[in-house]
């Protein structure tokens, strides 16, 4: 499972998470943005080596860029007094990678951080690139697009649902189904969005397929999430860590992440949309 879900971490933080920055069209992490191979890549690195202090000072460098990007977070809140629905997504956008960087450099070092084991906290990672910073990223996306009731609660529930997963790991699993719950809720809401785009008229074949590609994948991905967060929940069977590595994991990582952030390039590529205010 470690090759696997390294890899999947790989993509994340050389692929998904300079895309998504590009996508945003902020100015203000700009210079992260162009500086990010300096932070990913020794972090990427460190995924391969063995648990020590070569890992966790690479790690500590990935976790210095997300550390720096998190910052953004509250200077936006702070200037942003009319905040609408797709700018709290993008905001969480902003933070998770920090969150995801935070538990790499403690599973790098082999410290049980706030006493959860290392199988957990490597999981951690992938799980907030792409369940948080991926996901709340597109969230945002098409809420600025499909300005309506679903697309704010599609922008709202899926931060929201990011947040109670992690309040989870603290309190209980019956506090993490609830996030699942919460997070499934408005993923499906996404991929409803994102199928309507990528049925509506105008769109090339290629932008339509990644589009439909990514709405169709959250179906299976998340009833895999609920699945498993019910039988950590109720004791009843459920896939196992491996199984949804193999599956969850990677149908998130290239089925919707990496689909939707190519499909959005097209669409800002051929159409510009409207960004924070700006064009983008």
Known sequence: MSALVNAIVMLGMLVVVPAGLRLTELREPALIRRLWPLFAVPGAVALWLPRGTTATVLACCYALGAGLLALHAPRRAVRGKGLDHAGIALLTALV?????????????????????????????????????????????????????????????????????????YFVGDWAE????????????????????????????????????????????????????????????????????????????????????????RRIRAQAPIRTEGRTA
């Open 96 to 168: 998770t990678p920090a969150v995801a960087a935070t538990a790499l450099v403690a599973e790098r070092a082999g410290h049980e951080l706030f006493g959860f084991d290392l199988g957990i906290l490597a999981l951690t990672v992938p799980h907030f690139h792409f369940a948080g910073f991926a996901a709340a990223l597109i969230a945002g996306l098409v809420c600025r697009v499909a300005d309506s009731p679903a697309g704010r609660f599609a922008a709202l529930s899926v931060p929201l649902g990011t947040l109670l997963v992690l309040a989870g």
């Open 177 to 264: 189904l609830v996030g699942a719950v919460v997070l499934t809720a408005g993923m499906w809401t996404v991929g409803l969005l994102t199928w309507r785009m990528g049925h509506a008229d105008g769109r090339d074949r290629t932008t339509r397929l990644l589009l439909l590609t990514s709405a169709a994948v959250l179906v299976a991905t998340m009833l895999l999430a609920l699945s498993w967060a019910l039988g950590e929940a109720t004791g009843l069977p459920h896939p196992t860590l491996t199984w949804m590595a193999a599956t969850h994991g990677l149908g998130n990582a290239l089925g919707f992440a990496l689909c939707s952030l190519l499909a959005w």
